[in-house]
């Protein structure tokens, strides 16, 4: 009789065990697909901070093209003191930042950066754009990003900046 016991007490120690393995296994299932959806939505997203709100209008050509390449790309703009937006990019919510070219320390992070310069396009007085910059330029800007950026739409929008 004992014999039987500890056989039905062990059977029931292994269904029950099986039962909170497949318990297991589906809170894992779906956290992955949590965690692939966010993924997902977050490549499909371009997060950019500005020092100065102002300089959201002169990367408006930049921006066609990279929507025209990605049409269901969704774009967020930040604006905030540069050191926030440093902070911000570090803890990887923003994808690039624009500051001032006053070389202000990247703490934590190795980050890639570009100088541009605002330039008047000729005939169109109301027409200003963002050109790539020498160094020894004054009033420079500095587009930012981490060095480790792997998103092929921050890649994309960075090339369509430089190659205007």
Wanted: hydrophobic share 40%.
């Amino acid at each position: 009789m004992l014999k039987a016991i500890v056989v039905v007490i062990i059977l029931g120690i292994f269904v029950l065990g099986y039962l909170m393995l497949g318990k297991w296994n589906g809170f894992l299932y779906h956290s992955y697909r949590s965690r692939q959806q966010k993924k997902k939505e977050r490549e499909s997203m371009l997060r950019i901070g500005f020092f100065n709100p102002m300089l959201e209008k002169y990367i408006s050509d930049t921006l066609q093209q990279v929507l025209q390449q990605y049409p269901a790309l969704s774009v967020d703009f930040y604006s905030g003191a540069e050191e926030e937006l440093i902070r911000e990019l570090s803890a990887q919510k923003l994808d690039v930042i624009v500051i001032q070219n006053d070389m202000t320390p990247m703490p934590d992070i190795q980050c890639l950066s570009k100088t541009f310069r605002l330039e008047q396009q000729e005939g169109t007085p109301d027409h200003i754009r963002l050109v790539e910059a020498q160094e020894e330029d004054s009033d420079l800007l500095r587009v930012v990003w981490p060095k480790n950026q792997n998103s092929p739409i921050v890649r994309y929008f960075l090339k369509c900046l430089s190659d205007r």
